[in-house]
């Protein structure tokens, strides 16, 4: 079992509707939790992070955590074209040396006008 | 802001040169990390370092090394650089596992 897995997409939304990306993990001890956003060409940038359960809203993104289940999830209400990118999941799993995040392979969504 | 900075965006080399991938962090992290990432594979951790000198292999550390002199500075160096090792290299930094990664611009290595 890999230690994180999403939803492989890709997904494909049209504008004003929400998209909904899912994540699970595999160590019931994970302590914190990540969404990277990566345009197409570049880097991966942090755009939400959650460490208890329940839901972190921040502008048009919701986070929502659910650690008896393992899975974290992404809300993008009201997508917009702008939000097309591949969105990454990282879990900091329990015991990981340092702060070594493990990622999953992204979901690639698409925000058609 | 932090800022991780990579030396190069784009390069080519050919196969068998010595390769050396610059990163530079500004806000004394302690923790920096060297990523592959390919299409269908993700991001796959090559080394990783929490100190002056100190390193740990990541998952695919096979024809690669790592330096880090000083505290903000952590350089790959691919040894004998083959085409295999074609890929777009990613370069982060964190201070611990609370507060996720800032990642540098990447450089996009070619092998010929």
């Known amino acids: 079992q890999k230690e994180v897995e999403q939803n492989s997409g890709p997904l494909s939304v049209p504008e004003g509707a929400i998209a909904s990306l899912n994540c699970t993990y595999s160590?019931?001890?994970?302590?914190?939790f990540f969404w990277y956003r990566q345009y197409s060409g570049k880097s991966p940038e942090l755009i939400m992070f959650i460490y208890s359960n329940g839901d972190k809203e921040d502008g048009r993104f919701t986070a929502q955590l659910n650690k008896a289940s393992q899975y974290v999830s992404l809300l993008i209400r009201d997508s917009q074209p702008s939000d097309s990118a591949t969105y990454l999941c990282?879990?900091?799993?329990?015991?990981?040396?340092?702060?070594?995040?493990?990622f999953g392979r992204g979901t690639q969504l698409t925000v058609w006008p | 802001d932090v800022k991780v900075t990579q030396s190069s965006r784009y390069l080519v080399k050919r196969t068998g040169e010595k390769v050396f991938l610059e990163c530079v962090q500004d806000?004394?992290?302690?923790?920096m990390f060297w990523y592959r990432q390919d299409p269908g594979l993700g991001l796959r951790l090559i080394y990783f370092?929490?100190?002056?000198?100190?390193?740990e292999k990541g998952d695919i550390p096979e024809g690669y090394s790592v330096s880090r002199e000083k505290k903000e500075r952590f350089s790959l160096i691919l040894e004998s650089a083959s085409t295999n090792q074609t890929s777009m290299y990613l370069c982060?930094?964190?201070?611990?596992?609370?507060?996720?990664?800032?990642f540098g611009s990447g450089t996009r290595l070619t092998v010929v």
């Open positions: 990282a879990v900091n799993l329990r015991g990981s040396t340092l702060g070594r995040l493990y």
């Open positions: 806000m004394d992290h302690e923790n």
């Open positions: 370092s929490y100190d002056v000198k100190m390193k």
């Open positions: 160590d019931r001890g994970s302590q914190s």
């Open positions: 982060a930094s964190s201070s611990g596992h609370l507060y996720g990664y800032t």
